[in-house]
């Protein structure tokens, strides 16, 4: 009979199967089942799952009737992605990881909709043309050489005029 933590373990893997290589809609995913298992398990200290991981963990424990704070604790992934990821109960782990975004792909879509991104015809704007390795723009170069003449008379690129692109 098992004593103490052990009466409650969520057992997830096998010592002879601590990886399984999941096909998903962007690839291949490894999801490593030790930590799928101690998360589950609520022993997921100082270390993060991959995204694909949670989802896989958070479907284990919702089969198991867990609540959603409690699943958002031991996976490490907030309560609104959750929802994100399983709209309800029985929401089907096929269909939670078509949902799944990497923190680059998030990255890349926030960029694209964020109002604060760096424009052209700004020194920001040529700093990223810079940062990115792309030919920089002619508003952005004219916007360089403004602040430089700015930072020559002040000490400083803060209120350097902007270009009109």
Request: include cysteine; glycine fraction near 8%.
């Amino acid at each position: 009979m098992p004593v103490g933590r052990q009466r409650d373990w969520i057992p997830v893997t096998t010592l002879a199967v601590p990886t399984v290589w999941m096909a998903t809609a962007s690839g291949i995913v490894s999801l490593d089942l030790v930590a799928v298992e101690l998360a589950v398990n609520g022993r997921r200290k100082g270390w993060t799952l991959t995204p694909y991981e949670a989802a896989y963990a958070a479907d284990l424990l919702l089969q198991r009737g867990v609540d959603y704070s409690v699943i958002a604790l031991r996976v490490g992934a907030s309560g609104t992605t959750l929802r994100k990821w399983f709209p309800t109960d029985d929401t089907p782990l096929s269909d939670a990881l078509t949902r799944i975004r990497t923190r680059s792909e998030a990255a890349e879509a926030g960029a694209a909709t964020n109002p604060r991104r760096a424009k052209c015809g700004t020194y920001r704007g040529n700093q990223r043309h810079r940062k990115r390795g792309e030919p920089q723009c002619e508003p952005c170069l004219e916007a360089r050489r403004a602040a430089e003449r700015h930072y020559r008379q002040h000490g400083t690129y803060v209120g350097a005029p902007e270009v009109a692109a």
